[in-house]
């Protein structure tokens, strides 16, 4: 079993939804998680960066965590084309610099 | 410069040769990371260098594969005798600091293709 679970999608909504994209992950170690933005053929871009748990805003994003459960959550209101991308999350322990990644999830939002 | 650069951004061999991928991190960056995507996956660590050096390279999948870092900057990764199973994005990322996944940069990748 992986260490980060996350469901590969694709997930297709329209322009404007809400998407709601997650991880689960094994390892209780985990305190600090991000989630990257990977459009094709280019490296990923970090979105959030979270610490423990509870819930961070950074305009049309809100992330997520629950370290109970050890889930994460990704949530994207007003979904534009332009959101239209691989979305991955990453988490890592206090004293690591090793990120440990999620497969991703595709995202397509259609106009 | 601006971001990591990463050379070539793609690259076909034939079965058995070597090859030799370039990062250019960000400058000051004393960290630096490399990490394979393979297809539909997510990244997977390979090797990590603070300045020069690598404590952990756990990542490398065989011996084939090596890297090194000079001057504190660039970075070679380097995989001989390739195989198909190596055909992968090849990712390197830097950072000022090593822990807590902070400030990681990524550059756009080597995309490999062993044919």
């Known amino acids: 079993q992986k260490e980060v679970e996350q469901d590969p999608g694709p997930l297709s909504v329209p322009e404007g939804a809400i998407v709601s994209l997650n991880c689960t992950y094994s390892?209780?170690?985990?305190?600090?998680f991000m989630w990257y933005r990977q459009y094709s053929r280019k490296g990923p871009e970090l979105l959030m960066y979270?610490?423990?748990?509870g819930n961070k805003e950074d305009g049309r994003f809100t992330a997520q965590v629950d370290k109970s459960s050890k889930y994460i959550s990704l949530f994207i209101r007003d979904s534009q084309p332009s959101d239209s991308a691989t979305y991955l999350c990453?988490?890592?322990?206090?004293?690591?610099?090793?990120?440990?990644f999620g497969s991703g999830t595709r995202l397509l939002v259609r106009p | 410069g601006a971001g990591v650069s990463q050379s070539p951004s793609n690259k076909v061999t034939e079965k058995g040769k070597d090859v030799e991928l370039r990062c250019d991190p960000i400058?000051?960056?004393?960290?630096l990371y490399w990490y394979r995507q393979s297809l539909g996956q997510g990244l997977e660590f390979l090797i990590y260098?603070?300045?020069?050096?690598?404590?952990?390279k756990s990542g490398l999948p065989s011996d084939r594969f090596s890297a090194e870092r000079t001057g504190g900057s660039v970075s070679t990764l380097t995989i001989q005798r390739t195989q198909q199973e190596d055909s992968a994005v090849y990712l390197c990322?830097?950072?000022?600091?090593?822990?807590?996944?902070?400030?990681?940069?990524f550059g756009s990748g080597t995309r490999l293709t062993v044919v």
């Open positions: 990453a988490m890592t322990a206090d004293s690591s610099y090793k990120l440990i």
């Open positions: 260098f603070q300045g020069n050096s690598a404590p952990d």
């Open positions: 990322a830097s950072s000022l600091v090593s822990r807590q996944g902070q400030g990681y940069t």
């Open positions: 979270t610490y423990s748990s």
């Open positions: 390892n209780s170690a985990f305190q600090y």
């Open positions: 400058s000051g960056h004393t960290a």
